[in-house]
């Protein structure tokens, strides 16, 4: 069955360090992929999107490929933040669902 | 103009009791949906409602019924609560059909402690 796999946490990080999230993907077709956000105490919020292979979905400086060949949807920051702290979850749609990944908390520290 | 919105945000319970969450939407999505989130973050899915009708019913106790009055609202119910339900519930809503690419837009959550 479509599957999501993310690396564990949590990671930690310096501020303005360099951030890489893994998330690989097994799945039938081509689904589209997410990348989910929750900070402490709140409900997730949707970071970007990608709908199809080569695509790279962006925001708050965050960005994310589609990688068809690898099946990866890798999330990536060039300079995190404090506030950037928060449970990242990855994710593609199935059958009018979303399968999600396990979660990576990420804690920066100043 | 909250998108999602879920009452109470918080709910302590003795168990054994009964208790319902309420769940409303002002996108005018198609679909809406019920998670538990356990201590350690995994999601995972309870129920899903498509225009009012039961689209998925995932494996959880059958003391927990979900009930869609309308398209916009989506309430779960919990008969005779037990320890092991404590936990986040969320409620999410999504354009259903070919919309639903555009993803979810969860509720701030229902944190939910039986005693």
Redesign the interface.
């Known amino acids: 069955g479509n599957s999501v796999t993310q690396m564990e946490g949590p990671v930690t990080l310096s501020e303005e360090a360099f951030l890489t999230i893994n998330c690989t993907y097994t799945a039938t077709g081509y689904p589209?992929l997410?990348w989910?956000v929750?900070y402490p105490g709140?409900?997730?919020?949707?970071l970007l999107?990608a709908?199809k292979a080569d695509d790279k979905g962006s925001n708050k400086g965050f960005e994310a490929t589609y990688r068809k060949e690898t099946t990866s949807f890798h999330l990536e920051k060039g300079s995190v933040q404090v506030s950037d702290s928060a449970?990242y979850?990855c994710a593609l749609?199935s059958n009018?669902?979303?399968i999600?990944g396990?979660?990576t908390?990420l804690i920066i520290k100043p | 103009d909250t998108a999602?919105s879920q009452t109470p945000k918080y709910l302590v319970t003795q168990m054994g009791n009964d208790k319902s969450i309420k769940c409303e939407q002002n996108l005018g999505h198609d679909?809406m949906?019920w998670y538990k989130q356990d201590s350690?973050?995994?999601?995972k899915?309870m129920f899903?409602y498509?225009n009012k009708e039961l689209?998925?019913n995932e494996t959880v106790p059958n003391r927990f019924s979900p009930k869609s009055p309308d398209k916009a609202h989506l309430n779960l119910h919990i008969n005779s609560l037990e320890l092991g339900d404590s936990a986040v519930y969320?409620c999410?809503s999504s354009p259903?059909g070919q919309g639903?690419?555009?993803?979810?837009?969860?509720?701030?959550?229902t944190r939910l402690t039986v005693v």
């Open positions: 589209s997410f989910y929750q709140e409900g997730l919020q949707l999107k709908t449970v979850f749609n009018y669902q979303l999600w396990a979660g908390k | 999602v679909t949906y350690k973050k995994f999601l899915i899903s498509n689209i998925i969320f999410a259903g639903w690419n555009y993803g979810y837009t969860f509720g701030s959550g």
